[in-house]
């Protein structure tokens, strides 16, 4: 009885195992070199670095040649599928390790807009906050020295006046 209870466990966890192994292989589609799929994951990644260049700030007009680049990586990979449907395996690998080398450079084109970017905005940020404490600090000495300027212009504005108290010569 003990004996079935231990196999029991066994049996299962060598079940799981084996699924799991099973189901974490994939296999290229019929036709299709694994090229052609890492060019596909490639081309995912550099959309989503320009996506995420974009959201970081970087411009469109420094985006649009990485869009044409991409378009470009697009056209390769595609003409790596259709030349792996007919047949054709040296061209389609031709086309699609293009197409993973441009798309690799636009993810690392893409990145650095987006680092470039990021930067930017950091130092924007800190330039517009220090102007803010800077001009903060200037309105608290003007509002609180006002009165003591005051004062001051006003005994300058005396001691230049020349106050005439009356003639002297008639006192004599």
């Known amino acids: 009885m003990r004996m079935l209870r231990l196999q029991f466990p066994a049996a299962m966890a060598c079940l799981l195992i084996a699924s799991t192994l099973l189901s974490s292989v994939t296999y290229p589609a019929s036709g299709q070199s694994t090229q052609i799929l ?15 260049a974009e959201q970081l700030g970087a411009s469109n007009a420094d985006l649009l040649p990485l869009s044409i680049q991409l378009n470009t990586a697009l056209q390769y990979e595609e003409s790596a599928e259709t030349l792996s449907q ?13 197409s993973i080398n441009l798309s690799t450079q636009i993810t690392v084109g893409a990145e650095a807009l987006g680092n470039q ?17 800077a001009l903060a600090l200037l309105s608290t000495l003007v509002v609180l020295g006002a009165n003591r300027l005051m004062r001051i212009a006003r005994r300058r504005r005396l001691l230049k006046a020349e106050i005439d108290y009356g003639k002297r010569e008639d006192a004599r």
């Open 38 to 52: 890492v060019a596909k994951q490639d081309l995912i990644q550099a959309f989503q670095s320009i996506q995420m």
């Open 86 to 98: 007919q047949g054709n395996a040296s061209a389609a690998e031709t086309y699609a390790v293009q």
């Open 117 to 133: 970017a990021k930067n930017s905005s950091s130092y924007q940020t800190i330039l517009a906050y220090s102007v803010a404490v």
